[in-house]
């Protein structure tokens, strides 16, 4: 069965440093986004994207995270200058066009550390 | 903005047992969909159950079946015949038809007992 994909599992870095978390959404998905979910508490909607766009952004969405596209497969995450509140889970889903398109599929989570 | 709250923090049960989760969201709309996600330790959201707000008829996925109660805008989920690989964080969701975006509850972990 086809999944969602998520690398790296694990991601440890510097206060300050950028990094892009990736994800593969399932091939025929076309609506893809971003969660987050802090050590403990719920997990909180980050960003979704559409036809190389964003549709809606959290609040959380600032300035610092940005989301692209840059191939047919690959979703990607970034924070621009990482700071300890950042460290969270990161999950990534992906949904249909048509039919049960409602239905989000999870990837298995980054768990990002910033030091 | 729509709200989804889980008033237990926490809940267990023996093996072969019956255990009830409670949910209930606020919401002004007549179009959304609700969920069931099951976090293991591996931290992976595992979609459980779903149920479409416009059919009255309740969900059921094998031992996993829903109480869903539009007026009282409650969506319970009941997992009958616990096993100790039930054992995880349960999260309730709410999406909004057109919104892109799922709303969770703050979840329940539920244990259970050999």
């Known amino acids: 069965e086809p999944e969602v994909t998520q690398t790296p599992s694990h991601q440890v870095t510097q206060m300050g440093q950028e990094v892009i978390l990736r994800c593969v959404p399932i091939?025929?998905?076309?609506?893809f986004y971003w969660y987050r979910q802090i050590l403990g508490q719920k997990v909180e909607f980050l960003v979704s994207?559409?036809?190389?766009?964003?549709?809606?952004k959290s609040e959380i969405f600032d300035d610092q995270f940005s989301v692209e596209r840059p191939d047919g497969s690959n979703f990607t995450l970034k924070i621009r200058s990482t700071k300890l509140e950042d460290s969270a889970m990161y999950f990534c889903?992906?949904?249909?066009?048509?039919?049960?398109?409602?239905?989000?599929?999870f990837g298995p989570g980054t768990r990002l550390t910033v030091t | 903005a729509q709200t989804v709250t889980q008033s237990q923090p926490e809940m267990s049960v023996q093996e072969a047992e019956t255990v009830t989760l409670s949910c209930t969201y606020d919401?002004?709309?007549?179009?959304?969909?609700l969920f069931w996600y099951k976090q293991p330790p591996s931290r992976q959201m595992i979609l459980v159950i779903r149920q479409e707000a416009y059919k009255q008829q309740n969900a059921t996925e094998n031992r996993f079946s829903v109480n869903f109660q539009k007026a009282a805008k409650s969506f319970s989920l009941k997992i009958s015949d616990s096993q100790l690989g039930d054992t995880a964080m349960y999260f309730c969701a709410f999406y909004l038809s057109n919104d892109y975006k799922l709303s969770f509850g703050a979840g329940t972990t539920v244990t259970v007992r050999a």
């Open positions: 889903a992906s949904s249909r066009t048509s039919g049960r398109s409602y239905e989000q599929y």
């Open positions: 919401t002004s709309e007549n179009n959304y969909y």
């Open positions: 091939s025929n998905h076309l609506y």
């Open positions: 994207f559409y036809n190389n766009e964003i549709s809606e």
